[in-house]
């Protein structure tokens, strides 16, 4: 019924820059929340940046003043602006939203997630 599908992960060195985005698709009345989080190798899943619907946002403290969320409603996507990047960022990221639906259902969803490996 819902879907989030994501892109704009790759390799990229330290330093360097990435835009997820994240597409939502379906049976969408609202976005109420959305949210970027991260899985290393070995470790737990974290949550990186939040976003509610009235744009206020909040981040873990390894990404502030390196990483943005937004969301852009008209075209339902969410999007993580990744700047300054490390090694320390390379994980498998995930973006999650609360959406209403069409049949005013709310939910969680999830996207597949997308790999971020910074390197030299």
């Known amino acids: 019924q819902v879907q989030l599908v994501e892109s704009g992960g790759g390799l990229v060195q330290p330093g360097g820059s990435l835009r997820l985005s994240c597409a939502a698709s379906?049976?969408?009345?609202?976005?109420?929340?959305a949210g970027w989080y991260r899985q290393a190798p070995g470790k737990q899943r974290e949550l990186v940046a939040f976003?509610?619907?009235?744009?206020?946002?909040n981040y873990t403290d390894s990404v502030k003043g390196r990483f943005a969320i937004s969301i852009d409603n008209a075209k339902n996507t969410m999007y993580l602006q990744m700047n300054s990047l490390k090694p320390e960022d390379t994980a498998v990221y995930y973006c999650?939203?609360?959406?209403?639906?069409?049949?005013?259902?709310?939910?969680?969803?999830w996207g597949q997630g997308t790999q971020v490996t910074v390197s030299s």
């Open positions: 976003i509610t619907s009235t744009g206020i946002t």
């Open positions: 379906g049976s969408i009345f609202s976005i109420n929340a």
């Open positions: 999650n939203s609360n959406i209403l639906t069409t049949s005013f259902r709310r939910g969680d969803y």
